[in-house]
């Protein structure tokens, strides 16, 4: 308390909540960290599907390698997106630099879209020009191993993903994922081969490969574009049903918002008794904000506009 011209003052402490560099830059390193564990498994099963398959000349085998190639690529590429996104909060970038996890997802999209199209490509040559295969008992069990490897790879990172509301550990198990149910695909044209089945089989399966490709990198895209669009996040009937179980707030109007599950940025308009006091509406945007946290997701942040609330017969 002061007194300042005669007139006396009172200070209050008021909690603000201050969003900790710290805390993003340690769920940065973890999930650098998954993508590096991942990288090097998925190395091992892409060079052991190439190896088998170009042994027994299998294409899908070969392609199934290929596309365990670009889970690879898709992991370094995330490695490189998450190192720039981690950077702090400057000048130039008030909102940090955190849509370079997008970016770097739509650098995925864009490998999985030429892979696709080759392997497309190749598969339909090879159903044009049928080759005889070489189908060995180990071609059969390495390609079940890299399956149980793809397996725990999957289980795994979508587990992270989730832990920690990363949008490209969980992006990345969807696309290994699809590998799981490629690599059995191909596992059944082996087996179906070595049973009988014509040759043809392989190159048809390959084109199959080909589309689950497609379709990774068309969610891929779908999501990761509309993150850059500032597409809704949250639905706004949610919002607003935080925002009706505080008293003091009258109408709500203008609710938007944007970002992605780990950086979600919301903003509205509340009205409420024009007598309220600033403190006091400050306290309560502040409530608000916590209880959103609480409820919706603890990544958001909130910004809200404060009006005044006249019912209509004072306005006439």
Not at 91 to 97: D, L, R, S, V
Request: aromatic fraction near 8%; charged fraction near 20%.
């Amino acid at each position: 308390m002061y007194i300042k011209n005669g007139v006396i003052f009172v200070e209050r402490e008021v909690e603000i909540k201050n969003y900790s560099l710290d805390q993003y830059d340690e769920v940065y390193i973890k999930v650098k960290t998954v993508l590096w564990v991942i990288l090097f498994a998925n190395l091992g099963v892409a060079i052991t599907k190439i190896i088998v398959g170009h042994l027994i000349n299998s294409a899908s085998l070969s392609a199934d390698g290929i596309h365990s190639i670009s889970d690879s690529m898709s992991n370094i590429v995330g490695i490189i997106g998450i190192t720039i996104a981690s950077r702090p909060v400057d000048k130039k970038h008030p909102y940090g630099h955190k849509k370079s996890e997008i970016i770097a997802s739509l650098f995925i999209g864009t490998m999985l879209l030429l892979l696709g199209i080759n392997i497309f490509s190749t598969g339909l040559d090879r159903f044009i020009n049928p080759q005889e295969l070489s189908i060995t008992t180990i071609s059969i069990v390495s390609l079940i191993i890299t399956i149980i490897i793809n397996l725990c790879v999957t289980v795994y990172e979508r587990k992270k993903g989730e832990e920690y509301d990363s949008y490209i550990l969980i992006s990345d198990s969807i696309h290994t994922k699809s590998d799981i149910l490629i690599s059995i695909g191909v596992l059944f044209s082996l087996l179906g081969m070595k049973l009988g089945l014509p040759y043809i089989i392989d190159p048809i399966i390959s084109i199959v490969i080909s589309f689950f490709i497609l379709h990774a990198s068309y969610k891929i895209f779908k999501e990761s574009i509309g993150i850059l669009l500032d597409s809704a996040v949250i639905e706004e009937e949610k919002i607003v049903e935080v925002v009706k179980g505080f008293e003091d707030v009258l109408d709500t109007h203008k609710i938007r918002s944007r970002g992605s599950k780990n950086d979600i940025y919301i903003d509205m308009h509340i009205m409420i008794d024009p007598n309220t006091s600033i403190e006091k509406s400050h306290m309560l945007s502040h409530e608000i904000e916590k209880e959103i946290k609480k409820k919706i997701n603890s990544n958001c942040q909130v910004i809200i506009h404060v009006e005044p609330y006249y019912k209509k017969e004072n306005l006439l």
